[in-house]
C-alpha cells in the first residue's frame, strides 16, 4: 500500500504538473512520510521548492480518495490482502447535483450493465464485472465490485457521485434531518457525513461544521464546494467549547457526532490506554452534544469496533441523562445490531466487512423524550 499511494501520488502530479515521474516519486515519499528523505543537495532544494504546492497536491489526492489524513492514504484498501471479505466499492449518488437515473445511465453509457436493485446480500457479494446494482438498503447508493476505481471518473472529478462506503452513509441517513432544519456536525472533517446531510436537508436549513484539525478543514471545504453545498458554515473549533447557549444554535434540533476513533480498519489491538483516552473523550463530547438545548435526535458513530468506544460510551451517557434521551430502534431491517451489553444495545448498529460487506462501524440514534415518554428505560 506505501507503494501503491506513492506511485499513485506520483502519477497524478506528473500528469497534472508535468513533473519527471522520478520526482514526483520521491516528492510524493518525502511528503508521506514528512521526514524528509536523505537525499543530496539537489533533491532537498527541489523538495524546498515544491513543498508547498506538493502539499496541496497531496490535500488534492486526500479529497479524491476520500481521506483525510496521509497515513489513511497508505491504509490498505478495505478488503485488500489475500483472504480478506470482499468489499464493494460504494458510490453515493449526489442529489444535489444530479438524480440515480442519470448516474445510472452514465455508467451504462461507460459499458456497465445495471442489474436494477440488489435483492439480498449475497448479489452484493458475489458482484463481478462491469456490472453494477442499486443497494438493497440505502436509497442513492450504487454498488460496484471491489476495488473498481473511480478516483478519475468525471462524475467523481465534477463532485456528481462520492466514494464513500455504505456504514459511513448510516448515520446521516439514520438522522434524517428534515428540510429547513438547523443542524450540527460536530467533528466533521473531511466532511463527507456533511456533504451527505446537505444533500438530505436539499441544501435548506443550515448546517454548522466543527473541526480541530486545520488541514482536514481545508480538504473539506475543497470537498462541499465541489459537492455544491451552500447551507454550511464550518468552523475550527473544539467541539467541547461550542457553547450551548449560544443563540446561534437555539434551533439545533439534529446533531450528527463522529469523533476521532480506533479505524477498524488498522488491524492491530491499540493499548487500553489509548482506547481509555478516546473512551474518555467520546462520552464527553456526547454528553455536551446532548446539552444543546434544542435537540431533538442525534446520531452517534464510529468507525471503530470497540464496544468501550460504542456501546459502553452510549450506555454511560444514557444513564448519566436519566429519562431525557433514549436509543431509537432504527434500521430493523439491518442485519447487525449491537453488542448485548446493556438491555437496549440491540437498537444499536454495527457493521462489518464478514457481516454487511463494509467497513466496521458503530452507529446509535439517541432522541429526547416527550414528556409522556419520560419513563426509565
Ligand atoms: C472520524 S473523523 C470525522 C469524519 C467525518 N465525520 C466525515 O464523515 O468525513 C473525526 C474528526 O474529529 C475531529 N476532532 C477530534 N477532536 C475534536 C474536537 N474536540 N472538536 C472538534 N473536532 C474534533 C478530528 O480532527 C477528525 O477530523
Known amino acids: 500500500p506505501v507503494l501503491e499511494a506513492v506511485l499513485d501520488g506520483a502519477a497524478l502530479l506528473r500528469a497534472e504538473r508535468k513533473l519527471p515521474l522520478p520526482l514526483a516519486k520521491v516528492l510524493v515519499y518525502d511528503l508521506l512520510f514528512g521526514k524528509g528523505l536523505k537525499c543530496g543537495g539537489r533533491w532537498k532544494a527541489l523538495l524546498r521548492r515544491h513543498r508547498a504546492r506538493l502539499e496541496a497536491e497531496l490535500a488534492r489526492l486526500k479529497v479524491r480518495r476520500g481521506v483525510s489524513r496521509n497515513e489513511e492514504l497508505l491504509a490498505a484498501a478495505p478488503g485488500a490482502g489475500p483472504g480478506a471479505p470482499r468489499v464493494p466499492r460504494y458510490v453515493r449518488v449526489n442529489t444535489l447535483k444530479t438524480r440515480v437515473d442519470d448516474v445510472v445511465d452514465f455508467f451504462k453509457r461507460q459499458g456497465y450493465s445495471f442489474l436494477g436493485k440488489a435483492g439480498s446480500m449475497e448479489e452484493l457479494r458475489t ?38 462506503d455504505k456504514a459511513s452513509c448510516l448515520p446521516a441517513f439514520l438522522l434524517s434531518p428534515v428540510a429547513s432544519s438547523h443542524v450540527i456536525d460536530a467533528c466533521a472533517a473531511p466532511g463527507n457525513k456533511t456533504s451527505h446531510l446537505a444533500a438530505i436537508l436539499k441544501n435548506k436549513g443550515q448546517i454548522f461544521a466543527f473541526d480541530l484539525d486545520a488541514k482536514r478543514l481545508a480538504t473539506m471545504n475543497t470537498m462541499l464546494m465541489r459537492a455544491g453545498v451552500t447551507s454550511f458554515k464550518l468552523a475550527q473549533q473544539d467541539f467541547l467549547t461550542v457553547d450551548p447557549q449560544d443563540p446561534k444554535y437555539s434551533k439545533v434540533t439534529y446533531i450528527l457526532l463522529d469523533p476521532s476513533s480506533i479505524p477498524s480498519a488498522k488491524g492491530t489491538a491499540p493499548s487500553a490506554e489509548r482506547l481509555q483516552a478516546l473512551a474518555g473523550f467520546q462520552r464527553k463530547v456526547l454528553s455536551h452534544a446532548l446539552s444543546f438545548p434544542a435537540v431533538q435526535r442525534l446520531a452517534y458513530s464510529t468507525c471503530s469496533v470497540h464496544r468501550e468506544e460504542n456501546e459502553d460510551v452510549v450506555q454511560a451517557v444514557l444513564q448519566e441523562q436519566g429519562s431525557a434521551f433514549r436509543l431509537v430502534n432504527v434500521f430493523p431491517s439491518w442485519p447487525c445490531r449491537g453488542l448485548a451489553t446493556f438491555p437496549g444495545a440491540e437498537c444499536c448498529l454495527r457493521a462489518s466487512p464478514t457481516a454487511t460487506l463494509t467497513q466496521g462501524f458503530f452507529v446509535a440514534v439517541l432522541e429526547r423524550c416527550r414528556d409522556q415518554d419520560a419513563v426509565p428505560r
Open 127 to 164: 458482484l463481478s464485472g462491469k456490472k453494477f446494482l442499486l443497494d438493497l438498503h440505502l436509497p442513492e447508493l450504487l454498488v460496484f465490485p471491489p476495488q473498481t476505481d473511480f478516483h478519475d471518473n468525471r462524475l467523481y472529478m465534477s463532485g456528481h457521485i462520492i466514494l464513500q
